[in-house]
């Protein structure tokens, strides 16, 4: 059986940061490329970054590079998500998602405000 738990969310001034965690179980994590996705308020699912799973490749999109920073443990099967200088525009729910099957955890929460 497939999980992907997120932790990490809350609130945070603008200029803050937060590290996002995602913990996997039931698939072969290590040969799974693996991607951050968020939904802010009103809004469809944007995907965020992505890490591949053989090269530790990593692409961003441009709304969040040179802030947010995508990584990987493949020995404790997690991903991670550093934010710095987060903007309120980064208010979402943030998802890891496996990227074969697209399937997401339920979430965690981030709320950028002053």
């Known amino acids: 059986q497939v999980q992907l738990v997120e932790s990490g969310g809350g609130f945070v001034q603008p200029g803050g940061s937060l590290r996002l965690s995602c913990a996997t179980s039931g698939f072969a994590f290590r040969t799974t490329t693996m991607s951050w996705v968020r939904q802010g308020p009103g809004k469809g699912l944007e995907w965020v970054s992505q890490i591949n799973s053989f090269d530790m490749i990593t692409h961003q999109a441009n709304s969040v590079k040179d802030r947010f920073t995508i990584s990987r443990d493949n020995a404790k099967d997690t991903v991670y998500l550093q934010m710095n200088n987060l903007k309120p525009e980064d208010t979402a729910v943030y998802y890891c998602?496996?990227?074969?099957?697209?399937?997401r955890g339920q979430g965690t929460q981030v709320t950028v405000s002053s």
């Open positions: 998602r496996k990227d074969d099957t697209f399937e």
